[in-house]
């Protein structure tokens, strides 16, 4: 597959094992921050969203946590598995009516094990 | 499969070359955003068109350009690429004009030389 980015901040999980992947933004005007995964040879995709009212949103299998703060933001991912091994970008969206922009973070590579 | 297409997968070209990268939405989406993806700046926002009509702007060259046709496929128009523009180009679609959830294409890799 192609690379998506050298040198990234990799975290290594056994199967089964709980995945925390951590963030930290710095707009605090963001409306959302989305988490998106990035297989190899694919583009992004949407995992799970948090409006910046809000400090916990929870999905299949994963949880989001938004510390307004300290401006961090965390994906956690429960009994991870072979297939979620991939780069993981949190991401902070401006919204607007009419549009709406994403900046992305840096990424962070996270390889399952079985 | 997110259901938006791009095509070419793949582009090699020269310095100084001009390239057209096209992406198609999901049925029903009306928004179409481009993305650009090297190792050294990461991902990055380029531009948003909604039903044809520019709605956002990014850290887009003025060397780039786009635009959105009336059967709101898309394209991005490369010009004087340089050596530097080599990178994953990503298209994604959203169904409105602001919304959260955008659907990203598979890319397309132009490699300039």
């Known amino acids: 597959g192609e690379s998506v980015g050298l040198h990234l901040p990799t975290l290594s999980v056994q199967e089964g094992d709980n995945s925390i992947i951590n963030c930290a933004y710095s707009n605090s005007a963001s409306d959302y921050f989305i988490w998106y995964k990035q297989e190899s040879g694919k583009g992004p995709q949407f995992i799970i969203d948090i409006r910046s009212n809000m400090d916990k949103r929870q999905g299949q299998r994963v949880t989001v946590l938004l510390n307004k703060t300290v401006k961090h933001l965390s994906l956690q991912i429960a009994a991870t598995q072979p297939g979620d091994s991939a780069v993981y970008f949190c991401?902070?969206?401006?919204?607007?009516?009419?549009?709406?922009?994403?900046?992305f973070g840096k990424g962070t590579m996270l390889l399952v094990s079985p | 499969d997110s259901g938006v297409t791009q095509t070419p997968k793949h582009l090699i070209t020269a310095t100084g070359q001009r390239v057209t990268l096209r992406c198609s939405p999901r049925s029903g989406d009306l928004s179409v955003y481009w993305y650009q993806q090297s190792l050294d700046q990461g991902l990055q926002f380029l531009i948003q068109y909604y039903n044809g009509e520019e709605r956002a702007k990014g850290n887009i060259l003025e060397r780039f350009s786009a635009q959105q046709f009336p059967d709101l496929h898309s394209e991005l128009n490369l010009s004087s690429l340089e050596l530097g523009d080599s990178a994953l180009y990503f298209c994604a679609s959203s169904v409105g004009g602001g919304s959260v959830e955008q659907y990203f294409g598979p890319g397309t890799r132009l490699t300039v030389t």
């Open positions: 991401a902070e969206m401006i919204l607007n009516s009419g549009y709406s922009t994403l900046t």
